[in-house]
């Protein structure tokens, strides 16, 4: 077979064929994300976990049919989640580890999530991209967590996606020298995981989250979980319409990309009036670079212009001059290669 022969039998070989490729590559991958989000629905991992199973015998346990669901199942072990040994299908390492519920790094939670939430957002990109405007009904009218927080399961799997966002950093929050000040509040601390880790390492601190009024009860049981009930308290409000507390320090995690810039303003100006006079604001976001941004940090930039109101990825440098703006002195803190995280200290001059 000489090369030009083998090349027209093999058409994705030829320059043409590799583009057509790579166009069906992308298209493969919502397909991909299908058969991870069915099966994250159906808790597959769960109960493959500890318990191998044919095809007939998984299919009976998720009430699928064959031959379709055996075509599932082999769909997954080419997706790496799944592999087979004896006949039986068993989990994969990633799949053990991060897909079966009640493991410490499950991420069903997001993936529910992104499901139910984010990705019917996504469908209306081309509107948003023409309007400018976010594609979910909540984001429109002004809050997109006031819908999200009329359902509790839905509420629960976000405050769980939430926490593996912010677990990466809090140690880092939790290295900086706390020894002057004696106050937080975790501005938008959702459930109190970073503020439980503080007043943890730290337990000269006296530590606040101010977050929306339904996420009281999630914060309640979450705080027992963890064992620290009485550590920190939950304060109820609307940043937007409401005071912040004060205290030495306030803290804004992965909260101003939600928003757009007179909104990030409008919060820093309430939290310059409420941090006591030395004290410091700390933010932090994944924020870009000025150099092209990763396609990663473009596609988090995009799914919070379809699904919030007016938030993206900003930069280091945009994120230092709303700061100077408020009166705050920004410093961005070292972090580790490999944190997804920038880490910005802003003080308030005595
Ligand atoms: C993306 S989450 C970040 C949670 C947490 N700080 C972290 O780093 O994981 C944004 C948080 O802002 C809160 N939030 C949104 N709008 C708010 C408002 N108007 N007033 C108070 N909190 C609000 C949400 O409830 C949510 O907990």
Redesign the pocket.
Known sequence: MNSRSSRSDRPDQTAEGAGAGQVMDILFGHWRTELLLTAVESDLFTHLSGAPATAEELAARLGYRLPGAESFFVGLVGLGLLETEDGRFVNAPAAEQHLVRGRPGYMGGYLQFCRRELNPSWDGLGTALRTGLPQNRAAREG?P?HSLYEDKSATDLFLDS??M??SGIASHLADLDWSRYTSFV?V???RG??AHELASRHPHLTGEV???PP?ESSFTEHMAALGGAGRVSFHG????ADPLPEADVLIF???LH?WGPEDRLRLLRSAYAAVRPGGAVIVYDPMVGDAVPSLYATLASLSMLVWSNGGREYSVDECHAWLKETGFRPETVALPDGVNEVLVVAHKDR
């Not at 409000?237 to 937007?240: L, P, S």
Request: net charge negative.
């Open positions: 809050n967590y939430m926490d966002f912010n975790d938008g601390g959702a995981n970073i101010f977050d929306l996420l409000g609307d940043f937007f995690g992965h909260v939600n």
